[in-house]
T-cell receptor
Framework: ELKVEQNPLFLSMQEGKNYTIYCNYS?????LYWYRQDPGKSLESLFV?????AVKQEGRLMASLDTKARLSTLHITAAVHDLSATYFC?????????????FGQGTILTVHP | DTAVSQTPKYLVTQMGNDKSIKCEQN?????MYWYKQDSKKFLKIMFS???????INETVPNRFSPKSPDKAHLNLHINSLELGDSAVYFC?????????????????FGSGTQLSVL
């Protein structure tokens, strides 16, 4: 059974600081997704990583994928308050599983002034 | 225009009742899903449909029955509601092309339905 683990689960940061959220998964996959969820809201897609070594950046967020290590990272640069949210990574087992994503537990990020 | 819309947003009901949640997507996607998010924010897939055909049916009680009248709609009917059914239910859609994968088959989620069973 595919397991996806994120750490840390809670992250309190000061504005302007950098930090990394880690996502480990247990079985082979070359498709990894990062989502953002604001309190009481839906999930918004941030990144889709489709191959080993993939790196994508959007604003202060950068995501990478190492399929050999079964690890993805979400790096936050110079955090701002607007980044406060819950971040989920999700892995697709592939094949004909038609979007069956297994999600990590989520990382609750709070950015303080 | 909302891409994936679900109704109702909030649903409060008594144990034993039957209720439905509706979902519609206007993205032209061929695959739709129901995910459940529990009180600890853990998300788990329940069902997926591809062109009205049931593809994924996770270990979900028979009291939950999805229905897809067409590929733009996927409704969720729940019979004999129990306290443990309280959660947020998210509908989602994506475009999946054949057995191989499209390069960007990310899921688009609806805003969620918060179900509270009393």
């Amino acid at each position: 059974e595919l397991k996806v683990e994120q750490n840390p689960l809670f992250l309190s940061m000061q504005e302007g600081k950098n930090y990394t959220i880690y996502c480990n998964y247990s079985t082979t996959s070359d498709r990894l997704y990062w989502y953002r969820q604001d309190p009481g809201k839906s999930l918004e897609s941030l990144f889709v990583l489709l191959s080993n070594g993939a790196v994508k950046q959007e604003g202060r967020l950068m995501a990478s994928l190492d399929t050999k290590a079964r690890l993805s990272t979400l790096h936050i640069t110079a955090a701002v308050h607007d980044l406060s949210a819950t971040y989920f990574c999700a892995v697709n087992a592939g094949g004909t599983s038609y979007g069956k994503l297994t999600f990590g537990q989520g990382t609750i990020l709070t950015v303080h002034p | 225009d909302t891409a994936v819309s679900q109704t109702p947003k909030y649903l409060v009901t008594q144990m034993g009742n039957d209720k439905s949640i509706k979902c519609e997507q206007n993205l032209g996607h061929d695959t739709m899903y129901w995910y459940k998010q529990d009180s600890k924010k853990f998300l788990k897939i329940m069902f997926s449909y591809n062109n009205k055909e049931l593809i994924i049916n996770e270990t979900v009680p028979n009291r939950f029955s999805p229905k897809s009248p067409d590929k733009a709609h996927l409704n969720l009917h729940i019979n004999s509601l129990e306290l443990g059914d309280s959660a947020v239910y998210f509908c989602a859609s994506s475009q999946v092309k054949g057995i191989g994968w499209a390069t960007n088959e990310k899921l688009f989620f609806g805003s969620g339905t918060q179900l509270s069973v009393l």
